[in-house]
Nanobody, 124 residues
Framework: QVQLVESGGGLVQAGGSLRLSCAASGRTFTSYAMGWFRQAPGKERELVAC????????YYADSVKGRFTISRDNAKNTVYLQMNSLKPEDTAVYYC?????????????????WGQGTQVTVSS
């Protein structure tokens, strides 16, 4: 089992920045690739970014490319999502998740463990 706890969400004006953190506990952190997903009201959950177990491989959704950065600190069992130039359409509940596909996966169904989510609201 892996337990994931997100933090860092909040209310920010358009153009602002937030950094989300996700602390993992349980099994060996480097056994997992990590992903950040988001879900806006009335919409499906979507992958925002993912990072392989070593941190060398990353993927970004087109909607956030160039604005968001995913990173991980394996010594601290933590994954981060730095979000810059935020837009109102980034408003959603953000979830971190872990997958045993160690190089990372774009498929939601590959992620076995999920955090409780943290709300990000971007005002215009």
């Amino acid at each position: 089992q892996v337990q994931l706890v997100e933090s860092g969400g909040g209310l920010v004006q358009a153009g602002g920045s937030l950094r989300l953190s996700c602390a993992a506990s349980g099994r060996t952190f480097t056994s997992y690739a990590m992903g950040w997903f988001r879900q806006a009201p009335g919409k499906e959950r979507e992958l925002v970014a993912c990072i392989g177990w070593s941190g060398l491989i990353t993927y970004y959704a087109d909607s956030v490319k160039g604005r968001f950065t995913i990173s991980r600190d394996n010594a601290k069992n933590t994954v981060y999502l730095q979000m810059n130039s935020l837009k109102p359409e980034d408003t959603a509940v953000y979830y971190c998740a872990a997958t045993g596909v160690r190089l990372g996966s774009l498929r939601l169904r590959d992620y076995d463990y999920w955090g409780q989510g943290t709300q990000v609201t971007v005002s215009s």
